[in-house]
């Protein structure tokens, strides 16, 4: 039988894993280690380079090495949270002919896509090194919260890697799979996720091997990046005060701080101070300036507090949906590398009234997981197991006078399916426009415009009078798929979601071909 693998893309780090015997257990990368980097480099003389090997060129490659492209992929280049990034990434983004962000590299157009398939042909290749055979086949998870573009970007990222994806599924609940196949629980389990670039909250019931979603909810958004850029701020700002230099137009001097930033978040997990030195972070007409400086742990959470605080509304809606109290939850697992911070794990405990547990490892369950799954799919996991997850938004088209007529609920189990009749607003319409729209706001304007196509030949007749039923399916994955037909002339026409944005099969094909080509 072939390998198959689970693959926690994420923004920062990457992990993989498959079952050994009944167990899930982590590959680790050609350099040895558990988790890689998701940082791809292009080097001036033409080579990609890929993790660990392309983090390390961040500081003398800065406008060649990607990292955090997961908070692009399935976005617009003038969508708010690109705009957010656009100043902070030390690369240049651009816009693609239907408005994608894409990266520039020497003048090169690359897709989120494109970079997320190098990072995934990376973690195959490390897979089929540990095997000593080929692996075609992978279970990826993704945060609860993206929608559709983003699950659909990352399969085609997949695509571009030569992996097929057996399964999408969310992170949240890979990590009670890992958990709950683990401890062998019946409980109430919420799973608070904040890796480098999401956040999500989900609320599972364990039950008998079945691990049903009762909730979701989450930013994708927020995360780890956010805390490092606010002591990156701090650290800009008081260099500005004392020198009258702004560090943010250095990319070099950028890059370094970034990285102490991070480094020193890290550290103030475990420690109450942490020193910042860099010398010769830049010199000015006086001379050389370096930054010497300490953060304290408090002093991190002043600046950061209000990140953390930004995740409790979004837990009481989670609970909200799945009708239960904060006292309800009896288990509480942390995922994802920035739930080591002291002040989320005071917060959430809290908040439940209850401590997280600890025996778990945030950085790999994730992937442990994907592993499961991909086992439970090929039929090599022999325990009787039922996952049972949710779309995380509401699915529906816009109707007159801008109203978004809901047809999926959010939090519904998926796959799902729901037919919901129209009509005409005018005589002898023979054409009506379906606009597929994601979101919770009743004004559809103010949601996320998922695809818009027409169905057309409908037989002339008075207004009110044809019947179109539309029709929305949401397969395992958390992918939609919309129809539409005429029933009353009995002429049914089906018309498939014309994505209106991501890559055609065509431009995967082109990328997997050019690929080949290089080094
Ligand atoms: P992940 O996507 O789960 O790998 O999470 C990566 C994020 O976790 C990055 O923003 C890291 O800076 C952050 N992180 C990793 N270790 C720690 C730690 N000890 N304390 C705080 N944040 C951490």
Redesign the pocket.
């Known amino acids: 039988m072939s390998r198959v693998i689970g693959i926690?893309l994420?923004?920062?780090?990457?992990?993989i894993a498959h079952l050994e015997g009944e167990k899930p257990v982590v590959i680790r990368n050609l350099e040895g280690q558990a988790?890689t980097p998701?940082v791809v480099s292009f080097t001036s003389s033409g080579e990609r380079l890929v993790g660990n090997l392309a983090l390390r060129q961040a500081i003398t490659n800065p406008e060649k090495t990607v990292f955090a492209v997961k908070r692009l992929i399935g976005r617009k280049f003038d969508s708010s949270e690109v705009l957010a990034a656009r100043s902070k990434m030390p690369y240049q983004l651009g816009a693609a002919p239907n408005g994608d962000v894409v990266v520039v590299v020497d003048g090169h157009e690359i897709t989120p896509q494109e970079v997320s398939g190098m990072i995934l042909g990376y973690l195959k290749q490390c897979a089929e090194a540990f095997f000593g055979e080929p692996v075609k086949e992978a279970v990826i998870t993704v945060p609860a919260h993206f929608n559709d573009h983003q699950r659909q970007a990352t399969k085609d990222a997949a695509k571009i890697a030569g992996l097929e994806v057996l399964r999408v599924i969310n992170e949240p609940t890979a990590a009670s799979l890992a958990y709950g196949l683990d401890v062998r629980a019946n409980a109430i389990v919420a799973v608070f996720?904040?890796?480098?670039?999401?956040f999500d909250i989900t609320i599972l019931e364990i039950q008998d091997g079945v691990f049903h979603v009762l909730a979701t909810n989450g930013d994708s958004y927020l995360?780890?990046?956010d805390?490092?850029n606010r002591i990156v701020e701090w650290l800009i700002d008081d260099f500005k005060k004392e020198h009258g230099v702004d560090l943010f137009q250095d990319k070099l001097a950028l890059q370094r701080i970034k990285e102490a930033a991070?480094r020193s978040?890290?550290?103030?997990?475990?420690t109450l101070e942490s020193d910042i030195n860099l010398p010769f972070i830049c010199s000015s007409g006086v001379g050389s300036n370096h930054i010497n400086t300490k953060l304290t742990r408090r002093r991190l959470e002043e600046l950061t507090g209000d990140l953390v605080k930004n995740t409790i509304p979004l837990i009481e809606q989670a609970l909200g949906d799945a009708h239960l109290e904060p006292k309800a939850i009896q288990e509480i697992l942390l995922?994802?590398?920035?739930?080591?911070?002291p002040l989320i794990r005071t917060t959430i405990a809290d908040f439940f009234r209850r401590q997280a547990r600890e025996d778990i490892n945030?950085?790999e369950i994730?992937a442990m997981g994907a592993a499961v799954q991909s086992a439970i799919l090929k039929g090599q996991q022999t325990e009787l197991v039922l996952l049972l997850d949710v779309t995380p938004f509401s699915l529906g088209i816009e109707t007159e006078d801008d109203t978004f007529q809901r047809i999926i609920e959010r939090n519904t189990t998926i796959p799902t399916r729901k037919t919901m009749p129209f009509t005409t607003v005018e005589n002898d319409q023979v054409r009506v426009t379906v606009h597929v729209l994601q979101g919770e706001y009743l004004q559809a304007s103010k949601n996320k415009s998922l695809a818009r196509f027409d169905l057309v030949g409908i037989q002339p007749a008075p207004a009110g009078i044809p019947q179109i039923d539309v029709t929305f399916e949401i397969d395992a994955d958390g992918l939609l798929r919309v129809s539409a037909s005429d029933v009353v002339t009995r002429m049914n026409q089906e018309v498939q979601v014309r994505p209106s944005a991501g890559l055609s099969k065509g431009e995967i094909d082109a990328i997997i071909e050019k690929n080949r080509m290089l080094p």
């Open positions: 926690d994420g923004t920062t780090f990457s992990c988790t998701s996720d904040m890796g480098g670039g999401t995360g780890g990046e805390f490092d991070e978040k890290r550290d103030l997990s475990f995922v994802g590398g920035q739930t080591r911070m945030p950085d994730v």
